[in-house]
């Protein structure tokens, strides 16, 4: 192509831009109505199209109008996104608007909006350097992208308030805690002699039991060899990772993982075809992406995450055809597959919890596919297995939950056969278990999540139809109370607790992403499994694989 056809086709690009925004700002052609916060915007339904996945996804010939999630989002970011998809720019931005924007940008997945409102923050950094001590204007940025700015000028530059409160920030965007002590060692090192006095103050900032303890033997010890002060943290580090007893009283220990991208996992269920293929969700995208797959011929089985690690035991081998007392390690991160200690007992159709480093398994099937009502416990740390106190009734395809480190087991199916109503729970200390309140209906195969103080049951099987009944227990009163049912009915499905809010996914008979808000006591749909699952396992992330 020569260079008057390329300025031919660059004239002919420009025209057709400039034409789609007069038709946007005389609200011409328009075919889509986009709707937040009760306001509408007349747009362009090939544009939205281009614009994102999370568009594309959505939209189809026949839809009109499309109300999008608007959480947080200002009028004025709104309108800015509308005209960086007609325009590529944004006329008459300012710092202060940036952080919403990005904020939108994510929530549509609109990734050339953000790298060009980082850009336009890096451009004023280096028109201006005392922009890069107002973390309050631009912490956004300094968030998403702390990955990339801890070698920034910028940031080695920042005051040692502007780093204490970005290393305390919950919402770092990060894969890991040692990424976050290696930004704190690039600023400590840039100007050691005047801020080595400064590492105790920003190490209480670190979240040092989520680091390995070979990361803390290595490269924290290097950095933290000047003081009583900074070696007792790095001590209780260890402690905390060795001792699991003592963690009470190793009071500066933050152990919880920054509220990053926070992922689902799931896997198993009764297909065959997809039973070994681990997808991944992404609550702040909406979307899925294959993780994994692993190779074993088991399903109906069961899984927990602890640290690195996804631990899956039991379940109906489906190349022997029998029940399974394997237990499996998948490294999330290397993706190694290896034999742990296997169960006392083969089950399906059980339900696992964690509680003090240890996984409990209640119930399910045996050999002969009758109800049991053994249950065992998984030592992590020794990789052993031992027989705990058994249930009062014999149970399958149940829920259970942990709640103030006692275990609640709900309804499922008896070994005469029948569903049942009953609730017992499970004091570890006492290796005792004590009957409560029954629920109002007698299900099975439904699923419990912990809302702060009270216990919701969404869903399950009655005996003759899929239900969507919801009741939510409160522990304190031993009492039940009936709120919204959900949209869909069905059994077989997971839940997580996210955000303050209960996502269910799918089931037996949908494939539907439903949510539940306890506070407004509200239901909705917010989207779709890629893959039919019933009786499956889905796991909270807390942190990047």
């Known amino acids: 192509m020569g260079d008057f056809d390329r300025q031919t086709q660059m004239k002919h690009g420009f025209s057709h831009i400039q034409w789609m925004q007069n038709f946007y700002a005389q609200s011409m052609y328009s075919d889509i109505k986009l709707i937040i916060k009760n306001k509408r915007y007349a747009v362009h339904k090939s544009i939205l199209h281009m614009a994102s996945a999370l568009f594309r996804r959505l939209l189809n010939d026949n839809i009109r109008v499309l109300e999008m999630d608007s959480k947080d989002i200002r009028e004025i970011s709104v309108s800015k996104a509308i005209e960086f998809l007609y325009k590529g720019t944004i006329e008459e931005l300012r710092i202060e608007q940036i952080a919403n924007i990005v904020k939108l940008a994510e929530l549509w997945q609109l990734d050339k909006l953000k790298d060009y409102c980082y850009l336009f923050v890096e451009g004023i950094f280096r028109d201006n350097s005392q922009v890069s001590q107002r973390l309050g204007d631009i912490d956004n940025y300094f968030i998403n992208n702390f990955s990339k700015i801890t070698t920034n000028i910028r940031f080695l530059n920042l005051s040692i308030e502007n780093v204490k409160q970005l290393l305390s920030s919950d919402g770092l965007k990060v894969s890991s805690e040692e990424q976050v002590f290696r930004g704190l060692s690039q600023w400590i090192k840039y100007d050691w002699i005047n801020r080595k006095k400064d590492l105790y103050s920003l190490m209480t900032c670190i979240r040092l039991p989520c680091c390995s303890v070979s990361f803390l033997l290595e490269e924290v010890r290097a950095l933290c060899c000047e003081s009583v002060e900074e070696c007792q943290l790095l001590l209780d580090a260890i402690l905390w990772h060795q001792f699991p007893q003592k963690r009470a009283s190793l009071k500066l220990m933050n152990s919880d993982f920054r509220n990053i991208d926070k992922r689902v996992l799931i896997l198993g269920g009764n297909n065959n075809e997809i039973s070994g293929l681990i997808e991944m969700y992404n609550f702040n995208t909406n979307s899925w992406t294959d993780f994994f797959k692993i190779d074993i011929n088991i ?231 890629s893959n039919r699952r019933n009786d499956y396992v889905a796991l909270l992330l807390e942190r990047n694989f």
């Not at 399958?396 to 006692?406: F, L, R």
């Not at 709120?483 to 997971?494: E, H, I, L, R």
Request: hydrophobic share 35%.
């Open 299 to 529: 399903t109906f089985f069961l899984a927990e995450t602890f640290k690195n690690n996804l631990i899956i035991f039991g379940g109906w081998d489906t190349k022997e055809n029998r029940l399974n007392d394997k237990v499996y390690s998948l490294n999330l991160h290397t993706k190694q597959l290896t034999d742990l200690a296997p169960m006392n007992k083969n089950r399906s159709n059980g339900t696992s919890v964690i509680i003090n480093e240890r996984i409990v398994v209640t119930g399910g099937h045996d050999s002969l596919i009758h109800p049991m009502d053994t249950v065992e416990e998984y030592n992590i740390i020794e990789n052993s297995w031992k027989i705990v106190a058994s249930m009062n009734e014999s149970r399958s395809d149940h829920a259970s939950v942990v709640y103030k480190e006692k275990i609640y087991v709900f309804g499922g199916i008896s070994a005469s056969g029948d569903n049942l109503s009953s609730v017992e729970v499970f004091d570890p200390n006492a290796n005792q278990w004590t009957m409560l309140r029954p629920m109002k209906w007698k299900i099975s195969d439904l699923y419990a999540v912990v809302v702060n103080d009270s216990i919701y049951c969404t869903g399950g099987y009655n005996g003759t139809d899929f239900i969507g009944q919801v009741e939510k227990f409160d522990p304190s009163s031993n009492s039940w109370t009936d709120v919204s049912n959900m949209p869909v009915k069905d059994s077989g499905f997971q839940a997580i607790y996210h955000n303050e809010k209960i996502i269910c996914f799918g089931g037996w008979r949908n494939s539907k992403i439903q949510v539940y808000d306890p506070a407004k006591n509200t239901w909705k749909i917010i989207g779709e499994c």
